[in-house]
C-alpha cells in the first residue's frame, strides 16, 4: 500500500483563487510529521510547510495552510490567493520512525499545479 | 547562507559507465539525505547519513550504487555500472535536526543512462 497518496496529478485554478490539493497517508506510527514541498520548472524543493501528527492547530504559512484531518488520514494543502508563480508540481511527503530513532521521509507522485491568469 | 548545492546538474551516460553525482549540504547540517525521482513515479528515499554514518540505506536499489560522506561533510553518489532504469532526478538533502523535520533540498541531478 502506498504510504502517500496524491491523487490529483494536475489541477488547474485561477489567479487569485484558492485551490486545494489533497493528500491521504497511510502509517501505524503514532508519530509522524507532514509536509509539503514545490518544485517549480526550475527544478529544486522548496519547503512550505509542516504538520506534526500532534500538532492541535492546523499549520499555516502565509498563503499556505495544511487541512490535517488526522481521523481521516489526510493532510491536503491550501493555496489561498493564487499568484502566477504558484505554478508547480507539489508533493506531500510524511516522516516516520525507524528503529535507531531518525526518521525517513517518504513522498507522493505529486500535483501538477497551473495557475491561470 | 549557502543552500544544498548539487553537482553536477545534468549528466548523459552510457550504459555500463559509472558516474558519480555530489552533494553539498548546508554547512553544520549532520543529516543529509539522498532521494531519486524516476520519471513519473514518486520520489523516493534512497538513504541518510549522520555526519559520516550511514544510518539508514535501506532505500538503496542494489550493490551498483554507492553513498560515501568521508569526513561528514559532502557526500558522493556513484553508479556503478549504470544501466538504462537509473535514468532520473537525483535529489540531496540535508538537515540540523535528526527527526529531519525539515529538509533543505538540492536542485538535482538529473541522470540520463542511453
Known amino acids: 500500500a502506498q504510504k502517500i497518496t496524491q491523487t490529483q496529478p494536475g489541477m488547474f485554478v485561477q489567479e487569485k483563487e484558492a485551490v486545494t490539493l489533497d493528500c491521504t497517508y497511510d502509517t501505524s506510527d503514532p508519530s509522524y510529521g507532514l509536509f509539503w514541498y514545490k518544485q517549480p520548472s526550475s527544478g529544486e524543493m522548496i519547503f512550505l510547510i509542516y504538520?506534526?501528527?500532534?500538532?492541535?492547530q492546523n499549520a499555516t504559512e502565509g498563503r499556505y495552510s495544511l487541512n490535517f484531518q488526522k481521523a481521516r488520514k489526510s493532510a491536503n494543502l491550501v493555496i489561498s490567493a493564487s499568484q502566477l508563480g504558484d505554478s508547480a508540481m507539489y508533493f506531500c511527503?510524511?516522516?516516520?520512525?525507524?528503529?535507531?530513532?531518525?526518521?525517513?521521509?517518504?513522498f507522493g507522485i505529486g500535483t501538477k499545479l497551473q495557475v491561470i491568469p | 547562507e549557502a543552500g544544498v548545492t548539487q553537482f553536477p546538474s545534468h549528466s548523459v551516460i552510457e550504459k555500463g559507465q559509472t558516474v558519480t553525482l555530489r552533494c553539498d549540504p548546508i554547512?553544520?547540517?549532520?543529516?543529509l539525505y539522498w532521494y531519486r525521482r524516476v520519471m513519473g513515479k514518486e520520489i523516493k528515499f534512497l538513504l541518510h547519513f549522520v555526519k559520516e554514518s550511514k544510518q539508514d540505506e535501506s532505500g538503496m536499489p542494489n550493490n551498483r550504487f554507492l553513498a560515501e560522506r568521508t569526513g561528514g561533510t559532502y557526500s558522493t553518489l556513484k553508479v556503478q555500472p549504470a544501466e538504462l532504469e537509473d535514468s532520473g532526478v537525483y535529489f540531496c538533502?540535508?538537515?540540523?535536526?535528526?527527526?529531519?523535520?525539515?529538509?533543505?533540498f538540492g536542485p538535482g541531478t538529473r541522470l540520463l543512462v542511453l
Open positions: 511527503a510524511m516522516r516516520e520512525g525507524n528503529s535507531g530513532g531518525y526518521q525517513k521521509v517518504t
Open positions: 538533502a540535508s538537515s540540523q535536526d535528526r527527526r529531519g523535520e525539515t529538509q533543505y
Open positions: 504538520q506534526g501528527s500532534y500538532d492541535q
Open positions: 554547512s553544520g547540517h549532520d543529516n
